[in-house]
Structures are given as structure tokens and as C-alpha cells.
């Protein structure tokens, strides 16, 4: 059974810290680019980072670039993504997200909330 699961959230103060993990099964992430979402409340599921199969490249959106950091280990099967700085907009579900020219995976969401 393929599944991503993401862990890792919770309830932080702004200006913290949170390590999301995602952990992939039934299938290996090495041959998927991997990528972060999030989605707020009344608001579209928009791309947080991105990075290549082997990890060579990174991509961010402009809102998290120089505090979020995308990161992946092909062995352990899972993908981080290492946000800091956190601001009240940086509120959301945030999802983990498997593709490549075949299939597309998402895992179930975890909620972070930055408390101001």
C-alpha cells in the first residue's frame, strides 16, 4: 500500500522552530521529485519547496526563502522540510507531495500553527 505520512506539526510561538518529516512506503521517494504544500483556512493549496530526486535541486517559494530548508534521505524513505522564523501566515495544513512522469502521491496533511 503506498502512503506519505507526514509528522512534525503542532502549535509554535512566532519566531520558532518545527522539523516536518515525511516517510514514504509502498514505493520509493528516490524516484519522485518530492514537494511541500500547504493550505490555510478559506485559502488555495499553494507550493512551499520542492526538491529533485537526488537532491541537487532545491526550489522555494518567495514567502519561506532563507527560513524554510527542503531536505530528503533517499534510504530512510523520507523528506523534511526544516521551517524557521515561523510567522503567523505561515499557518496551515502542510502536505507532502510525491510525483513523477507516472503517478502523484499526497500524503494526509499535518496542521502547523505560529501563535503571535
Known amino acids: 500500500q503506498v502512503q506519505l505520512v507526514e509528522s512534525g506539526g503542532g502549535l509554535v510561538q512566532a519566531g520558532g522552530s518545527l522539523r516536518l518529516s515525511c516517510q514514504g512506503s509502498g514505493f520509493t521517494i528516490s524516484g519522485y521529485r518530492m514537494r511541500w504544500y500547504r493550505q490555510a483556512p478559506g485559502k488555495e493549496r499553494e507550493l512551499v519547496a520542492g526538491?529533485?530526486?537526488?537532491?541537487?535541486?532545491?526550489d522555494y517559494a518567495d514567502s519561506v526563502k532563507g527560513r524554510f530548508t527542503i531536505s530528503r534521505d533517499n534510504p530512510k524513505n523520507t523528506v523534511y522540510l526544516q521551517m524557521n522564523s515561523l510567522k503567523p501566515e505561515d499557518t496551515a495544513v502542510y502536505y507532502c507531495n510525491a510525483q513523477n512522469y507516472y503517478y502523484a502521491y499526497w500524503g494526509q496533511g499535518t496542521q502547523v500553527t505560529v501563535s503571535s
Open positions: 526538491i529533485s530526486n537526488l537532491g541537487g535541486s532545491k
